[in-house]
T-cell receptor
Framework: DSGVTQTPKHLITATGQRVTLRCSPRSGDLSVYWYQQSLDQGLQFLIQYYNGEERAKGNILERFSAQQFPDLHSELNLSSLELGDSALYFC????????????FGEGSRLTVL | AQSVTQLGSHVSVSEGALVLLRCNYS??????LFWYVQYPNQGLQLLLKYTSAATLVKGINGFEAEFKKSETSFHLTKPSAHMSDAAEYFC????????FGTGTSLTVIP
């Protein structure tokens, strides 16, 4: 158990819909990362937050947004969903220090029909 | 800029044989290097981490990796493969951000 909790574990929805994925980081970790993993694109970095502030942005679509709340949990919002958004979405957390390892959650599997 | 390249997206070994998964890094500063493993339908787990304390790093499940600055490599090895080692393996380099390789799928043949 990494200590990182993601909900929901599975989600099935239709094209055009909006979903929210939630992540609770490990106790004490200030930094949260979001990744998308699909068969054709591998593990793609989406966005990173540190103590409530956006720190880095990767290949995140404009239809996607995220935030980190004062209690340090984070949410990833995916809107106007397309078939191609079907993927595993991982949250990871770290203390935030350079070189610190990431601890991954079990992921949220999104299926868009 | 920092990056890692994993050579070989698929590796097959026989049970009991040596496992060698290759990773080369690019970094303008002394790197922090990691190997993660992902079992089916699970998140990534840390196997081992290099932070300049020692060039040979031992990890969990009998895996180890050697940092070679002259070759900019951080290859992962295990002397004897076990069926339970079948998984996806990711190399990563970290500075201000984490950069993951494209992964290597390890198949162990009984």
């Amino acid at each position: 158990d990494s200590g990182v909790t993601q909900t929901p574990k599975h989600l099935i929805t239709a094209t055009g819909q909006r979903v929210t994925l939630r992540c609770s980081p490990r106790s004490g970790d200030l930094s949260v990362y979001w990744y998308q993993q699909s068969l054709d694109q591998g593990l793609q970095f989406l966005i990173q937050y540190y103590n409530g502030e956006e720190r880095a942005k990767g290949n995140i679509l404009e239809r996607f947004s995220a935030q980190q709340f004062p209690d340090l949990h984070s949410e990833l919002n995916l809107s106007s969903l397309e078939l191609g958004d079907s993927a595993l979405y991982f949250c990871a957390s770290s203390e935030g220090d350079p070189g610190g390892e990431l601890f991954f959650g079990e992921g949220s599997r999104l299926t868009v029909l | 800029a920092q990056s890692v390249t994993q050579l070989g997206s698929h590796v097959s070994v026989s049970e009991g044989a040596l496992v060698l998964l290759r990773c080369n890094y690019s970094s303008s500063v002394p790197p922090y290097l990691f190997w993660y493993v992902q079992y089916p339908n699970q998140g990534l787990q840390l196997l081992l981490k290099y932070t300049s304390a020692a060039t040979l790093v031992k990890g969990i499940n009998g895996f180890e990796a050697e940092f070679k600055k002259s070759e900019t490599s951080f290859h992962l090895t295990k002397p004897s493969a076990h069926m339970s080692d079948a998984a996806e393996y990711f190399c990563a380099v970290a500075g201000n951000q984490f950069y993951f390789g494209t992964g290597t799928s390890l198949t162990v043949i009984p």
